[in-house]
């Protein structure tokens, strides 16, 4: 057992997301799935909310978000998104499948939505 969590410890944050949808028990905390989305918003998104229109496309309000560095603008989208209050109709499945349309086979993206729909929403 001691070795198990030995190990566990020094899987990253990626590893263990994967391993996730392997078991029936929530192997992320909520933080941690919206730390690996941020990271993998910002690295699909470089230029921020406005490259390809993702917000928009998911029917969020561009205005809600200081316009600065892409970086900038995903922390606070997300954070607002996570919060209820990024205008519109916007929801994380809808953020989630608009940028599936644009990155239909990048991995990380479906892992995120899987785990999203399979864990996290469930625990709110």
């Known amino acids: 057992m001691a070795a198990g969590c030995q190990l566990w410890n020094k899987l990253d944050l990626w590893d263990r997301l994967y391993f996730g949808i392997l078991t029936s028990e929530p192997v992320v905390s909520e933080d941690e799935w919206w730390e690996a989305f941020q990271q993998l918003s910002i690295k699909l998104y470089q230029y921020g909310v406005r490259h390809n229109e993702i917000w928009n496309e998911a029917d969020g309000d561009g205005s809600r978000i200081k316009q600065g560095a892409g970086r900038d603008e995903w922390i606070e989208a997300l954070d607002l ?5 990024a205008g519109g109709t916007m929801t994380v ?31 709110w």
């Open 81 to 85: 998104l996570r919060k209820g209050g």
């Open 93 to 123: 499945e809808g953020l989630l499948h608009q940028m599936r349309n644009d990155f239909y086979y990048n991995s990380e993206l479906e892992l995120l939505e899987n785990v999203y729909l399979s864990k996290i929403k469930r625990r």
